[in-house]
């Protein structure tokens, strides 16, 4: 079946480590997009990207890292400087086409907690 | 900059309509989306509906548009006990990325 992949499901980091999140998507999808999720918030921008070799900051970019090396595949790294990362992530992909809106479709997400 | 608004809770008798509405500041939005998200998953597309829409129904969701007020409504008839979930309502100007709301929590009781 198409869709976006995400894992780990659930994620522990002792503080001070880096750990990285994986998404991969079968959709061609060529733009994809990481959100965090605070509880009783709304979803917030990290990082995205539209293409292979590029990616953009989103609104909270700081103490995390991604890379695009193959078009399936777009994961995310927090890394120590992120002081607050216990939250849930949300992986996204979508086409770059117009037509019909520029629908995103997401991942089950993975939960991150610090201990 | 952009900013899209809803309220943090719905709640409503099974069988009732259900109305979660929605307000957003950008006026050269294109495209409006709400999205649901049930406890611990992802979020499941519902319905978006272009900006030069007023209206569109999918089933039981409608969704009104009031480009004037900049404000976005989804209404479900016959509310199940299965459309208990965290809706939100997003916005896109260009195709780059998309803005959320909060989300508002529906609750359905019996």
């Known amino acids: 079946d198409g869709g976006i992949t995400q894992s780990p499901k659930y994620l522990f980091r002792k503080e001070g480590q880096n750990v990285t999140l994986s998404c991969e998507q079968n959709?061609?999808?060529?733009?994809m997009y990481w959100y965090r999720q605070d509880p009783g918030q709304g979803l917030r921008l990290i990082y995205y990207s539209q293409i292979v070799n590029d990616f953009q900051k989103g609104d909270i970019a700081e103490g995390y890292s991604v890379s695009r090396e193959k078009k399936e595949s777009f994961p995310l790294t927090v890394t120590s400087a992120q002081k607050n990362p216990t939250a849930f992530y949300l992986c996204?992909?979508?086409?770059?086409?117009?037509?019909?809106?520029?629908?995103?479709?997401f991942g089950e997400g993975s939960w991150l907690t610090v201990v | 900059g952009e900013d899209v608004e809803q309220s943090l809770f719905l709640s409503v008798r099974e069988g009732d309509s259900s109305v979660i509405n929605c307000t957003y500041t950008?006026?050269?939005?294109?495209?409006l989306y709400w999205y649901k998200q049930e406890p611990g998953a992802g979020l499941q597309l519902l319905t978006y509906i272009f900006s030069n829409m007023d209206m569109k129904q999918d089933q039981r969701l409608t969704v009104l548009l009031n480009k004037k007020d900049k404000h976005l409504s989804l209404r479900i008839a016959d509310t199940q006990t299965g459309d208990s979930a965290i809706y939100f309502c997003?916005?896109?100007?260009?195709?780059?990325?998309?803005?959320f709301g909060t989300g508002t929590r529906l609750q359905v009781f019996p």
């Open positions: 996204a992909s979508s086409t770059l086409s117009t037509g019909s809106g520029n629908t995103i479709y």
């Open positions: 959709l061609n999808h060529d733009a």
């Open positions: 997003a916005e896109t100007y260009n195709t780059d990325k998309l803005i």
């Open positions: 950008d006026s050269s939005s294109t495209y």
